[in-house]
């Protein structure tokens, strides 16, 4: 008797987050009870080569309509989604998915239709922005079950909402990752030309609004002013527009940071280069669930980050990380100078980040939570509310 295939469709070639949250659920599924199958139109890129190369076996996907990162579904692009919906559904049927796990939202656009047309249970997970219109206005309809990264990143109650069918899980992280620090600084110092006694504050994802990226240079040039005496360079790893009107090398050049703020393109494996930096800086705002802020709390590199999102359900101010009010350059400097005036507090709170960072976001919880939810959809169980991990 076979077991039930679960599906995970992509879309795309933008490598995010949830790529790298997907792949341990997708590497881990008990083979006794579900059958995972990646499902991708565009077989080059960063994501294909992403999954090639971690050992998943992918299937081409029959051809969809294109959909622009960061723009909404138009109107024209909304007509060829559900006029290419009914050929999607019966590739499911054909392929035997059961269970179809959506992850990232020009995935949902394109297939949480086609999922629901072929009968297959569906699973919408959101990892973004819990106003973004598929899941207020779509997943209500469509979706089995919603699975949310944070409390924050869950769809609000209402009269049209999925919040009945939704349940919080963390995303999931390597718990036995281990950096050697003094090596990483010591490439970073040298890749750099620094002196040693620089303290090195980092900003790792994509440049992009929600990330606020052009607040970490402002926090960088208060932390300058407030501290004329430190040496504090600024590392920004993720890649930048090209080209000179792109906005966060204008606003190193409007600070006259040149010789403070770095960008460093994209480097892995991050958490490499996380445990180069003595301090995190997360600037973002409403962000659900930042995988940088959980993995440098386990690599042991103290956190700063606004008060917002998800970020509040990730680190304890004052006890795993610090919190300042969001889109505020001054507040930020100022906590993160007080991570570097008081190292023996900040030590204690580096140690407290790891052991609570190991408790609540292992790969196995993660997994075991997830495949208790598919056990669910099969067994057609009502859908409900469960309690979220503590």
Known sequence: ??????????????????????????????????????????????????????????????????????????????????????????????????????????????????????????????????????LRFLAPFVADRVISVSAFASPKPGLLSAAARNEVVFSPFDTDVH?????????????????????????FGAFVERKRPLLFVDTIAAMRKAAPDKTIVGVMFGQPRAGDDDPVRKRIAEHGLGDSVKLMGFRSPGSRWIAACDLLLVPAFEEPLGRTLVEAMLVGTPVVATRSGGNTEAIEDGVTGWTAP??????????????????????????????????????????????????ELLTARAPGRRESPA
């Open 179 to 203: 950096e050697d620090r003094d090596a990483a600084r010591g490439a970073l110092i040298a890749d750099l030309g620094a002196v040693p006694a620089t303290k090195f504050v980092g900003y």
């Open 326 to 375: 969001a889109e505020n350059a001054e507040a930020l400097a100022r906590a993160a100078l007080h991570v570097f005036t008081a190292p023996d507090l900040a030590a204690s709170v580096v140690r407290q980040a790891a052991k609570d960072a190991r408790a609540r976001f292992g790969e196995r919880r993660h997994l075991d939570a997830v495949m208790a939810i598919y056990d």
């Open 1 to 134: 008797m076979s077991v039930p295939k679960v599906c995970f469709p992509f879309v795309g070639q933008i490598l995010g987050g949830c790529h790298f949250s997907v792949l341990p659920l997708i590497k881990g599924l008990d083979p006794a009870r579900f059958q995972a199958q990646v499902l991708m139109q565009d077989l080059v890129g960063p994501i294909y080569d992403f999954f090639r190369d971690n050992g998943v076996e992918i299937v081409p996907a029959p051809p969809t309509p294109q959909l622009v990162p960061g723009k909404a579904v138009d109107a024209a692009r909304q007509a060829a989604l559900i006029a290419a919906a009914p050929r999607l559904a019966r590739a499911l049927r054909e392929n035997g998915v059961d269970i179809v796990h959506l992850n990232d939202g020009r995935t949902n656009a394109t297939w949480a239709l086609p999922a629901k047309l072929s009968g297959a249970r569906l699973v919408w997970h959101n990892r973004g922005n819990p106003n973004a219109a598929g």
